[in-house]
């Protein structure tokens, strides 16, 4: 390929270089990747925010220790809190209810029943039309839900394994659900 390139002018020496870089770039996701072809997202689960920087009123300060989580830093119960009552953000400490609090909740009605989700499930299952066996044949196979799964049990493993090797939560990847191809028999089987 040298003697090619340096035996020929300009213009095809250009054109040349061009196929070799178009017939590599499509060879595998390894090279598109490393020439920057291709770009990956960031994994939603991985990012976090951190609390700003403060001045402390004082210079009076302990020594910082390792392995001690940041003092700004609150947990993320404190701010869902903080995020779903307001008040709980301006005086650091649950208050009693405001009279506007007091009313929407006695305007909203009974409390539900503490089966609500079974009883809107089976309600929702009435409603559903059954499918006839056309119906059935012509749309054999369903989409999958929205979304992706976590793995529970595999997650659960990564976790303690991380607790035990002292790292975050937040290290490793959060393994996902693999589903399993279904046989063209298992496909027919699933219609009836």
Do not use: Y
């Amino acid at each position: 390929m040298a003697g090619l390139l340096a035996n020929s002018p300009g213009p095809r020496r250009l054109v040349v270089l061009g196929g070799a870089l178009l017939a590599l770039s499509g060879c595998s996701e390894r090279a598109t990747h490393a020439l920057g072809l291709t770009r990956d997202a960031p994994d939603e689960f991985r990012v976090t925010t951190r609390a700003p920087l403060q001045i402390p009123p004082t210079f009076d300060l302990p020594p910082p220790r390792p392995g001690l989580p940041r003092p700004q830093e609150q947990s993320e119960r404190r701010q869902a809190e903080e995020a779903l009552v307001p008040q709980l953000a301006l005086t650091g400490t649950p208050s009693e209810e405001s009279p506007g609090q007091k009313a929407l909740v006695a305007a909203a009605g009974p409390p539900a029943p503490p089966n609500i989700r079974a009883l809107v499930t089976e309600e929702a299952a009435l409603d559903r039309p059954q499918r006839s066996l056309a119906d059935r044949l012509e749309f054999w196979k369903s989409s999958p839900p929205p979304g992706t799964a976590v793995d529970a049990r595999r997650e659960s493993q990564r976790l303690r394994e991380n607790s035990a090797l002292g790292q975050s939560v937040q290290a490793g990847d959060t393994p996902v659900e693999q589903h399993k191809r279904e046989s063209f028999l298992d496909s027919i089987t699933n219609l009836f």
